[in-house]
């Protein structure tokens, strides 16, 4: 299927994880994909992979994203990390780091591409949000405090952008099977006191009824689908892939 030709993608977080998997996704429908990312290594070896380009940015520095301006019909904001403490011990510039990558530089991100797509009368933004964009779960404060927010922001931008063909959604995946997720799990195991090998099914599959880890191709072929044509009439949307962990 080849119904992004000529559409330009600009995937942040893209040389691993959902990022990467939203670069083949979006490669093999036809789009011109630019992969954002800190790793310039990794950035260059999966733009060459899908026969874009690489932006190596570091996007926790807001500041210099103020004046950006960006040519991309299709916006994936990706790019993530986390931290897992009690609020307590929780350390205040790692929170506002969090906040800076996952809330304030999709904003900018955004602020900087919707005067391109606006012009064009098309244009998809899509948030990567998580289950944690809709769930809280325990030590997460600054992860679920940033997705919350990037709820809010998706459908502000999905109001502002209807009229001039702009769709904005997030997905909201449970655990993927990621770097991200692996990382995470000596330090679950440090705040909930067990051990690493039980982090899985005691902590990151205890909500969901379907007992596995979200692939992250599954997440990009939902965003394939969201940047679609076929998804014109959905906007402001968010797309749970959790397993059946928001159901309860």
């Avoid at 797509?117 to 405090?145: E, Q």
């Amino acid at each position: 299927m080849k119904d992004l030709v000529g559409r330009r993608a600009l995937i942040t977080g893209g040389a691993s994880g959902i990022g990467l998997a939203c670069a083949h996704e979006f490669a093999a429908r036809g789009a011109h994909v630019t992969i954002a990312d800190l790793n310039a290594d990794a950035a260059a070896a999966a733009a060459s992979d899908v026969g874009g380009d690489a932006w190596v940015v570091d996007l926790s520095d807001t500041a210099a994203l103020d004046d950006l301006a960006l040519d991309a019909d299709i916006l994936v904001n990706n790019a993530g990390i986390q931290r897992v403490s009690p609020i307590e011990d929780f350390d205040p510039d790692t929170f506002r780091l969090l906040l800076r990558l996952m809330l304030e530089s999709p904003f900018l991100l955004v602020r900087a591409a919707v005067p391109g797509m606006y012009a064009k009368g098309w244009g998809r933004v899509i948030n990567i949000s998580s289950a944690h964009g809709l769930r809280a779960s325990a030590f997460k404060s600054a992860y679920v405090a940033a997705k919350h927010g990037l709820e809010g922001l998706s459908k502000v931008t999905a109001l502002e952008g209807g009229p001039h063909g702009v769709t904005s959604n997030c997905i909201n995946p449970a655990y993927v099977r990621t770097p991200l997720v692996e990382k995470q799990i000596a330090d679950q195991a440090k705040v909930h006191g067990i051990p690493e090998d039980e982090v899985v099914e005691k902590i990151m599959l205890t909500e969901t009824a379907i007992k596995r880890l979200v692939e992250a191709d599954e997440v990009a072929s939902l965003a394939g689908w969201l940047a679609s044509d076929k998804a014109g009439m959905v906007t402001g949307a968010s797309y749970t892939m959790d397993g059946g962990w928001t159901a309860r």
